[in-house]
Every structure is written in C-alpha cells, then in structure tokens.
C-alpha cells in the first residue's frame, strides 16, 4: 500500500465552526506533513511531525492546530479560520525526514473553503 | 535559504524532449534536489531525486553541475498526458535556517 488517505474531500466551513483534515498512511513512514497550497502557487510546508512529535511548525497561526495521534495518522484541527485560509490542504508522508535523501508521498488533499 | 526560481511555463510537442531547468543559488551542503509533478487538484508526485551529477530512472534524469547551483529536470519524448506542473524542492529543514521550499513550479503544456 503506497497511497496516502486524506479525509474529506471538500469541507465548506464557516468562520466561528470548528473542523478536522484527516491523514492515513500504512507504508510505516515516520515523518507526516501537512501543506497549504493556494491556487497557482506552491505548497507551503505547515507542520512535520517526525516518530509522532511535532518537529516543526512553520510559525502557523493557533487556529491550525495539529495532532498526530499514532504513526499511521496525522490530523488537522480547525477553528475560527479566516476566509483566506481556503485553499488545498495536503498531507503528506517519507520514511525518512524530507530534505534528506526522502521522497515524499502526498495525499490528493482536502479542499477547504471559508464562508 | 535555498530560494529556488525555475521559469513559469514551457510549452512543447509530443514525442519532444523537454528540459525544465531549476535555479538554487544557496543551496547548502546536505542539501538534496528533488522533483514533484502535480496534476491539477492533486496532491504532487515523486518523479526524481539527486544529489550531484545526473541520475536517470525510467520516466526521467535529472543533471546536476557540479557546484550544484542548478539542475535540469529532462522529460524524454513527453506525451499529452506529461501536461502538468514540475516544481523543484530543495531544503533541508533540520539544518539550522534550514527550509523545506518548492520552487514556484513550472506549468508544461503538450501539444499535439
């Protein structure tokens, strides 16, 4: 299994809501990723999780909050958003650290939107 | 800072060989390069990965100088369906000052 599962695929939300991005992966990789990625642009690294502990936080707002609760799952926590936090969230994993000699797999992504 | 700067768009036909060709000026020494390819509402994919001279896997090579500055991603005989953004990542995040940054990502079109 060499596919990494995100949850939902759309999410309309609106601003005073709170939310969940799931992320599933079964390849036993260590480090998960979670990305924003605005229309035409690229995606932007948000948060790693390496062993299951947040290793980095690319200094993302506090109402994106993130969970890894085991090695195979990774969430995303939504609350009070902006409407200029729609856009694709992916998720992705490597067996190793990315950066290093680690491919990532990605996720087809969740697309948010923010009323 | 490894900025990367890769051009915006290429154009090109069927059964051409393209090169997408990837700048990283700061590139630091633990530093690899790798190349995602991502359809649109996708997530990226994996197409190839090195470190310094040239590696080739069966979709694709990739050349890298030797003072590792740049690298060209090559396309060999692309088809309708290579119609897609190439973004080129370099970064080691866990190296002090260290990102993880895509390049802006170059949008190929394929024309029959």
């Known amino acids: 299994d060499t596919e990494v599962t995100q949850t939902p695929k759309h999410l309309v939300m609106g601003m005073t809501n709170k939310k969940s991005l799931k992320c599933e992966q079964h390849m036993g990789h260590r480090a998960m990723y979670w990305y924003k990625q605005k229309a035409k642009k690229p995606p932007e690294l948000m948060f790693v999780?390496?062993?299951?502990?947040?290793?980095i936080n690319e200094s993302v707002p506090s109402r994106f909050s993130p969970e890894c609760p085991n090695s195979s799952l990774l969430n995303l926590h939504l609350h009070a958003l902006q409407p200029e936090d729609s856009a694709l969230y992916l998720c992705?994993?490597?067996?190793?650290?990315?950066?290093?000699?680690?491919?990532?797999?990605f996720g087809p992504g969740t697309r948010l939107t923010v009323l | 800072l490894a900025k990367t700067t890769q051009p915006i768009s290429m154009d090109s036909y069927e059964g051409q060989e393209v090169n997408i060709t990837c700048s990283h000026n700061n590139i630091a020494t633990n530093d690899y390069i790798t190349w995602y390819q991502q359809f649109p509402s996708q997530g990226p994919r994996f197409i190839i990965q090195?470190?310094?001279t040239k590696v080739t896997n069966e979709v694709a090579s990739l050349f890298i100088p030797a003072d590792r500055k740049s690298s060209t991603l090559s396309l060999p005989r692309v088809s309708l369906s290579d119609t897609a953004v190439y973004y080129c990542l370099v970064g080691d995040p866990y190296n002090q000052g260290g990102k993880l940054i895509f390049g802006q990502g170059t949008e190929l079109s394929v024309k029959p």
């Open positions: 992705a994993s490597s067996q190793g650290l990315a950066g290093g000699e680690n491919e990532q797999f």
């Open positions: 999780y390496s062993y299951e502990k947040l290793s």
């Open positions: 090195g470190y310094k």
